[in-house]
């Protein structure tokens, strides 16, 4: 990354449902952070919104816009692509903004692998058992894609060593303190 640019990267992950969403939501509100707007050939929820939640694509697009050296990172998660666009983050670091990437563990891999700079945090939940009440109740997955992600779960957990900050989120308002001293908010 230019050693010139004057905002920061902060990288937040976790297992789906772990509750780094709604940490998230919470972080959006200061103006001094900025989210990343993923590109990802996933189907819209109900809810979401192309440009807001993310940039959704067809797969040729994506694969179009990988070739091309678009996507800072990218991954496959589920079956379907998932990726971070250079372009807005180059612009947001320029502004002096804390720009923030919410994505799983092969993205964070890879940056990792680079040496790319910047606040690694990861949000983990109690335990599986309670990760799985958290997805039942948030009713947006079909029990089978319940299954799987916590199946990716059971793997992301094991990759908390690539983060200098792990949070456990008990109480989700403290989670949320804790995350917003880590980044100096
Ligand atoms: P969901 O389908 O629940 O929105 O996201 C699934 C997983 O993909 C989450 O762990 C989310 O953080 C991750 N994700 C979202 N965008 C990106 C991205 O641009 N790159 C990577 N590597 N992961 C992402």
């Not at 947001?92 to 690694?120: D, H, M, N, S």
């Amino acid at each position: 990354m230019d050693p010139a640019t004057q905002g920061r990267l902060v990288v937040i992950s976790g297992p789906s449902g772990a509750g780094k969403t709604s940490v998230c939501r919470a972080l959006k509100q200061d103006p001094r952070v900025q989210f990343s707007v993923s590109a990802t050939t996933r189907a819209m929820r109900t809810g979401e919104q192309h440009g807001v939640d993310y940039w959704f694509l067809s797969a040729d697009d994506f694969a179009a816009r990988e070739a091309r050296g678009e996507f800072l990172e990218s991954a496959s998660y589920n079956g379907r692509r998932y990726g971070t666009l250079r372009a807005p983050m180059e612009t947001a670091l320029r502004q002096g903004k804390i720009f923030v990437l919410e994505i799983e563990v092969q993205g964070t891999r890879q940056l990792r692998a680079r040496g790319v700079p910047g606040t690694y945090v990861f949000v983990v939940p109690p335990n599986l058992a309670e990760l799985r009440a958290r997805l039942e109740r948030r009713g947006s997955d079909s029990p089978a894609e319940i299954e799987a992600r916590l199946r990716i779960a059971e793997a992301e957990l094991a990759a908390c060593e690539l983060y200098d900050h792990v949070v456990e989120n008990h109480v989700l308002e403290r989670t949320i303190a804790e995350v917003r001293r880590i980044l100096g908010l």
